[in-house]
């Protein structure tokens, strides 16, 4: 049985029709019906979308084991779902952080402007520590971006293999 059959196949098991599945992987209902019918070959990241669709393994949609249609340890969806999901949760946790730090920061900055009357020039202490503030978030977002990009190139490579 072909990727195309499979493809075909799950989409008929599971009711859903071509022009669906085709906006969900973001290609035409004509390219679709040609990747069911072989006559157009499946790039990994549409393939990784449609295993995702259909939580399936990428080694079920190209060599149809059923044995890992659902194994979820060689499942390249869900391996690459979970380091979404860590990099939005890091995202998240640091832009709280650094929403904090900001209040508080301009806490006591309110506090010694206006309750202590301070006479003292704070502009340059705010623009530096947003500067200070901004510069670290964004590497830390930075590494993390770097960190998960190289990860799913090798989900990638080897669902490749």
């Known amino acids: 049985m072909s990727v195309g059959s499979r493809i075909e196949g799950l989409r008929i098991t599971k009711k ?3 022009e669906e599945l085709a906006q969900y ?3 035409t209902r004509a390219t679709l019906s040609r990747i069911e019918k072989n006559k157009f070959n499946i790039d990994v990241e549409k393939a990784i979308k449609i295993c995702e669709y259909f939580d ?15 194994n979820e340890e060689t499942n ?16 998240g946790f640091t832009s709280i952080i ?3 730090i900001t209040i508080l920061f ?9 309750i202590l009357g301070s006479k003292e020039n704070m502009t ?3 623009n530096c520590f947003f500067f200070f503030v901004l510069l670290i978030y964004s ?23």
Do not use: P, R, W
Not at 106 to 114: N, Q, R
Not at 146 to 156: A, F, P, S, T, V
């Open 106 to 114: 301009f806490g006591y900055y309110v506090y010694k402007k206006a």
């Open 56 to 70: 399936v393994s990428m080694e079920y949609l190209y060599y149809g084991d059923e044995n890992d249609k659902n």
């Open 124 to 126: 340059y202490y705010v």
């Open 139 to 161: 590497i830390i977002l930075l590494l993390h971006i770097i960190k998960y990009k190289q990860k799913i190139n090798e989900l990638k490579k080897d669902s490749n293999d």
């Open 25 to 27: 992987i973001g290609v």
């Open 76 to 91: 390249t969806c869900s391996k690459f779902n979970k380091l979404l999901k860590k990099l939005n949760f890091i995202t």
């Open 98 to 100: 650094i929403a904090i």
């Open 16 to 18: 859903v029709n071509q």
